[in-house]
């Protein structure tokens, strides 16, 4: 049955093969199916977005997150974010768009194709997880409220509400916490929306009710429980890169060859692993290379990190 969060395709409709199904693949398959009057089969696809790796377990997803509101221990999110009041849920979208609005939860759900997407999830940290997503493309979102020409960057703000957040009661970041990304980058199609893990409603630990997800990006990047989404023409405040700029660039693309200046990132802990595991390289882009390098062509990127 469909859910608050998450298509009515879940987790269980996963084969032994790891093969994952998306609605819009579903939906291509139904059609198919209705010309070719042939059964089965072809209603399963994977998304070309999503990666053939072993995801990580329920647990590891939930259980071990960066989220500062709720406290800055990696058990402190799971611990203290049931407190987040998540229904009613609306999205501010405004700036330079066609449309400016305030934009319900509901509202927008119920104009968007949710599908799975399995993305590795690299944190600056040097940690990473594998993590199947639920939810849609962020271009989509913006398309709902229709960019002007002009634009050029994508600004976004978490939730303030130091009631039910109690990291917000300390000043440890400028809150509320925010983000951006430049235009072409939030719509890229990799960049996405997650409402959903494992085919549940998104966990409040992992940004519930909507959150960003970009894959070839620091995790900090992917900003969580989002209430506001502002375009603009100029660079939008970054949290951590208003907070220490020479650690924290605004692209923060994962790069192996750009070392954090206090650790290495040429290699990274996969969590669940365990803690006698071999580290993994890091790749170029978190593996997205071939996806997204084109945005950055003829940038220094040691320079514009
Ligand atoms: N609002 C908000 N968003 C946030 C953070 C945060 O502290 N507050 N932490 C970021 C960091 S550092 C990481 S690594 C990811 C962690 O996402 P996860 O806990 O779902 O794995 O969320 C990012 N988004
Ligand atoms: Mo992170």
Redesign the pocket.
Known sequence: MANRFTSDLTWADVTPENVFMNRRAFMAGTAAMAVGGIGGSAAAATSPYSTDEEPNKWEE?TQ??????FGTGKGD?AAYAEALTTSPWAVEIDGMVEKPGTYSFEDIMSQMTVEERIYR?R???AWS?V?PWNGFELADLLNLAGVQDGAKYVGFE?LMRPEEMWGQKRQF?PW??R?GLRLDEAMHPLSFIATGIYGKDIPN???APL??VVPWK????????IVRITLTDEQPVA??NQINPREYGFYSNVNPNVDHPRWSQASERRVGGGILAKRIPTLMFNGYEEEVASLYEGMDLAKEF
């Open positions: 997803i071990y997150n960066n989220f500062y509101e999110p999830f944190c600056v940290e997880m993590i978490t970041i509320p916490y983000e630990q992992n940004g959150r960003l620091y995790g900090f990047k992917s900003i969580k429980s949290s951590w």
